[in-house]
T-cell receptor, first 114, second 114 residues
């Protein structure tokens, strides 16, 4: 079945450091790929998405490129802020007509310190 | 604010009891999803409804059931509760059923079974 693997956390960075959170997936066909963020005590918020190979999703300084050849969708940001501290989830939605449920990775906690 | 409303936000109940979680989707969204988030299982898809009909089913226990009403709100019923059912239950909504459609999450209902 479909699955998403993302790097273990927590990831601790200093403010203004570069961020990469790795995400790889297993799915048939061409799924859509998503990054969601969960701030403490809150629900999941869509951060960015990409629906086909080579698409780049971007939002709030975060970027991720859909790489079909490596089945990856790594999240990157050039300069993190303390306010970026949260749990980040990579997810996929299969390319089928049977519903578009999301399959999530285990989440990566990011802590940004001054 | 995602526009998805869940009630109650917190619930404490005893083993063997039954609870109902309620969800109002974003205005205009026809799809409703239920997810369970726990420390040991992560984010697990439970069930999806589209315009009142069940569309996809995930790891939902037989003790759990859901429905979507004509006004599109949804309820998740959890019965014969066990300690292991303690979790954060998310409702989410989206406009369609196709891969790539954005899914918006509520803030969740915290269920504690004692």
């Amino acid at each position: 079945g479909d699955s998403v693997t993302q790097m273990e956390g927590p990831v601790t960075l200093s403010e203004e450091a570069c961020l990469t959170i790795n995400c790889t997936y297993t799915a048939t066909g061409y799924p859509s790929l998503f990054w969601y963020v969960q701030y403490p005590g809150e629900g999941l918020q869509l951060l960015l998405k990409a629906t086909k190979a080579d698409d780049k999703g971007s939002n709030k300084g975060f970027e991720a490129t859909y790489r079909k050849e490596t089945t990856s969708f790594h999240l990157e940001k050039g300069s993190v802020q303390v306010s970026d501290s949260a749990v980040y989830f990579c997810a996929l939605s299969p390319f089928t007509g049977g519903g578009n449920k999301l399959t999530f990775g285990t989440g990566t906690q990011l802590k940004v310190e001054l | 604010d995602s526009g998805v409303t869940q009630t109650p936000k917190h619930l404490i109940t005893a083993t063997g009891q039954r609870v109902t979680l309620r969800c109002s989707p974003r205005s205009g969204d026809l799809s409703v999803y239920w997810y369970q988030q726990s420390l040991d299982q992560g984010l697990q898809f439970l069930i999806q409804y589209y315009n009142g009909e069940e569309r996809a089913k995930g790891n939902i226990l037989e003790r759990f059931s859901a429905q979507q009403f004509p006004d599109l709100h949804s309820e998740l019923n959890l019965s014969s509760l066990e300690l292991g059912d303690s979790a954060l239950y998310f409702c989410a909504s989206g406009s369609g059923i196709f891969s790539g459609n954005t899914i918006y999450f509520g803030e969740g209902s915290w269920l504690t079974v004692v």
